[in-house]
């Protein structure tokens, strides 16, 4: 896997914009360079925007301001790819698809100062940070937010391709940000929800990367996984769930399946 740090770009607001997507829109508000001299205390919260969107492992360092901490820090992050994911409360959510998916993160810090790194995995731009509850003597103050960005993609292959019309090029350019952020161990249909291996992506996915990375060897191993876990019949699964071992799903769609032989 290839590692990169990335810091926050800015702080913004997200204001209500009816003519913006999902109607949110985000303006600057602050230098990030001056986060760390704000202090924050319980009910305040900030949003960062990262630039882009991103893939990886979210850390910081938090300490407090004022009295030595007598109660816990109780942290909570929303993480969100577009605006509203970060406007709207997550309680609003009605959909069929689990909501075990919405990304967030709810913190206890014991101990302050403390040094955090996430666990889990995040697919994101920006990050909202809520002080929950401090105590009346303390406030806190955060330094070094970062992300370690995860990809197998290595960017010096890249092969750039040119357009005359500059839409086109925006398109290119998103659309290779993409694949880079689905190329993880495996070609994952999408790196914030589900993150599996489907025959369907994969097709789509190896034509798009010959033409861009070049990952031949990526393409050879999910091939590889599709064709170690067949059914008695030696039909081919739809998809394949990676951890914690190789489990073929119980999905098999007669198309995907011949999709492996075009593959």
Partial sequence: MNTSTAPPQQMVEIVHNADAMHGWK???????STLS??????????????GTHQ??????SVRPVGSPPDASLHLKLTFGEMPVEVAEPFSNYTGWISSSWLQEETLYIDVLPGAI?????????????EIKDTSMKYRVAFD???IQAVTSADASHLVPLEHAD???????QVSIRTLQNCMQE????????DRRLWLGDLRLQALANYETFGNNELVKRCLYLFAGVPDDRGQVAAN????????????????????????
Avoid: A, M, N, W
């Avoid at 985000?26 to 990030?32: A, K, W």
């Avoid at 893939?55 to 910081?60: D, K, N, P």
């Avoid at 790194?117 to 940070?129: C, I």
């Avoid at 500059?166 to 290119?172: A, E, N, Q, V």
């Fill in 240 to 263: 394949l769930f990676i951890t914690p071992s190789l489990i073929p799903d119980d999905t098999y769609l007669f198309d995907y399946s011949l999709l492996f032989t075009v593959s």
């Fill in 117 to 129: 790194q996430l666990p889990r995995r995040y697919s994101f731009r920006y990050v909202k940070f």
């Fill in 166 to 172: 500059p839409l086109l090029r925006d398109i290119d």
């Fill in 37 to 50: 001299q704000q202090h924050y205390g319980k009910g305040d919260e900030f949003i960062l925007d990262f």
């Fill in 186 to 193: 495996v070609f994952e249909d999408g790196p914030k929800r």
């Fill in 26 to 32: 985000t303006h600057p508000v602050q230098s990030v």
């Fill in 55 to 60: 893939v990886g492992y979210l850390s910081f």
């Fill in 144 to 146: 070094d937010i970062q």
